[in-house]
């Protein structure tokens, strides 16, 4: 678990924040390239180390990558190196690493040594390397022991700092109920108890929105600014749908966990769905 809040970069800790998105975009690519590569018979992929010594000598050789922010482009190996693991754990495998696109899902790159200074109630800043001390809105109460923290930007730009954090309990006092929980498609949940929960859908007008870009952007040129921009404003649609339906969810497993003391599933195959 996590604690996130809203970071608030200024035009040029922006750029610097891009430029290690890119850095750390970068490194994992190769990584996966190299793991690509591997097949029986080759011997083994690079290690751990293997990678390190690598990302050095390309430092060294390139000083448009010595340049960025060594932590940065560090950590990004090591990121690797534990979902390579995750993939290769039997008891709970994980998808194989893939590539990550420039344009496509959430940018990010993890700080080393977080350091975190309080101005006011409602603000703070995070020292971000080469890139100085970039505020963010101080919504609640810090991790007590602050080691990493990652900075994200999602598909419509919002830039957000985590601080990985403990995972609290929820406070509930024990109600002797149980509960059966059916997943489905048109109805998201339904309850053994006869409650239907529907998840949120996109508004009519949004909706009409999103279909009349659609049909812009279809008589746009490919790589012009004007398809750009309206790809965007399709995008903004999507998130503001998928914050209200991740809202949804936590609130809906959050009522459900304190009214109940035993939670059953069906083991439900939602991928092939």
Known sequence: MSKRYRLTPTPAHERGCLRHCADARFVWNLAVEQQSWWRPGRGSAPGRYERKRQLTEARAAESWLAEGSSSVQQQALYDFDHAMSAFFDKENPAGEPSYRSAKRGTQGFVIRDTKVRRLNPRWGE????????????????LPEKLGMARVTCD???????SFPAPQAAVKRQPTGTSIGIDRGVQTALVASDGQHY?????????????LALQRR???QHKKSRKRERTRLSMVAISARTADRRKDWAEKISTRMVVANDLIVLEKLNITGM
């Open 126 to 141: 995070v020292l971000v390397p080469k890139c100085g001390w970039v505020r963010f809105r101080w919504t609640r109460a």
């Open 155 to 161: 598909c419509i730009g919002r830039w957000h700092v």
């Open 198 to 210: 529907r998840a949120p859908r996109i508004s009519d007008r949004r909706a009409t929105r999103y």
């Open 217 to 219: 952007m279809a008589r």
